[in-house]
Structures are given as structure tokens and as C-alpha cells.
């Protein structure tokens, strides 16, 4: 792998888990007082929804498409 892809890599790592703790923020609110009428999933399944299913499905759909471009070889990416 060259820079390029290392730099990619890292910074579609940093775009998933951001964006889910982001979004986590945006919806519960870490300081926001919460009214009788507010429902809100669970924060529970949410966490591992977004920050833990999403992420490693992603990350197994393009492992397989980086495998695929590689010709069926593994590398240290594909190990890593």
C-alpha cells in the first residue's frame, strides 16, 4: 500500500466512528434535559448498530473487494 491508501484508510476509519459519535451526540444529547414527551431509542442498541455492525460489515464488504483486486493474494492489509 502506498500513502494515498494508508491516508484513505485512516480517514474512512475517523469518518465512520465520528459520524457515529456524532450522531449519538445529536440524538441523546449530553446535557439536554429531557421532557416527559421525549422518546428515544436505546442507546444501547444504537452504540452497537452504528459503531460496531455498521463498521465491520463495511469493513468486510471491502475487504473482499480489495481481495478480489488483488487477485485472490493476500497482503498485509487484506491480514492486517
Request: aromatic content about 20%; charged content about 15%.
Amino acid at each position: 500500500m502506498n500513502i494515498f491508501e494508508y491516508i484513505c484508510w485512516g480517514l474512512a476509519y475517523a469518518i465512520q466512528y465520528g459520524w457515529g459519535l456524532a450522531n449519538l451526540y445529536l440524538t441523546y444529547g449530553f446535557f439536554r434535559k429531557k421532557t416527559a414527551t421525549d422518546v428515544y431509542p436505546s442507546p444501547g442498541i444504537y452504540v452497537v448498530i452504528n459503531l460496531i455492525v455498521i463498521p465491520f460489515i463495511t469493513s468486510g464488504v471491502f475487504t473482499v473487494l480489495k481481495w478480489i483486486d488483488n487477485k485472490g493474494k493476500l497482503d498485509r492489509f487484506l491480514i492486517g
